[in-house]
């Protein structure tokens, strides 16, 4: 009787998974969603963007206006990637972005021959 239940619950929740999965196809519109989740530490393609600039030596204020949006948001955006690579400065930052290889040393150097 016991291994009956045990069963038929085993049952139900194979069933649930599987309307559950239904589900996320439903509303995704059939998207694949083995697609793994970015940790929460993982910088944004803007972040990434903003990373370069400050790379390049731009202030918020230059940031901004390359970019067309208010300085708020440039600061913000620091913000958030000094918080995601746990740094308080700048330095630090960029510290932080060459030893997880989110930036190339080469990368400032091809800029800048490039505007001679």
């Given amino acids: 009787m016991l291994a009956e239940k045990q069963e038929r619950v085993g049952n139900n929740q194979d069933a649930a998974?599987?309307?559950s999965s239904r589900m996320i196809r439903?509303?995704?519109?059939?998207?694949?969603?083995?697609?793994?989740?970015r940790r929460p530490e993982d910088l944004t393609p803007r972040e990434l963007e903003i990373l370069r600039l400050i790379w390049d030596g731009h202030t918020n204020r230059s940031i901004?206006?390359?970019?067309?949006?208010?300085?708020?948001?440039a600061?913000?955006?620091r913000a958030n990637m000094m918080?995601?690579?746990r740094a308080s400065n700048t330095a630090q930052l960029l510290k932080a972005?060459?030893?997880?290889?989110?930036l190339g040393t080469h990368?400032?150097?091809r800029r800048s021959e490039g505007t001679k």
Wanted: no cysteine; aromatic share 0%.
């Fill in 83 to 85: 918080k995601k690579l």
């Fill in 107 to 109: 990368e400032g150097i």
């Fill in 17 to 19: 998974v599987g309307r």
């Fill in 97 to 102: 972005a060459l030893e997880g290889k989110l």
């Fill in 26 to 37: 439903e509303v995704s519109g059939g998207a694949d969603m083995s697609v793994p989740k």
């Fill in 64 to 73: 901004a206006e390359l970019l067309n949006i208010s300085m708020k948001t």
């Fill in 75 to 77: 600061d913000t955006h």
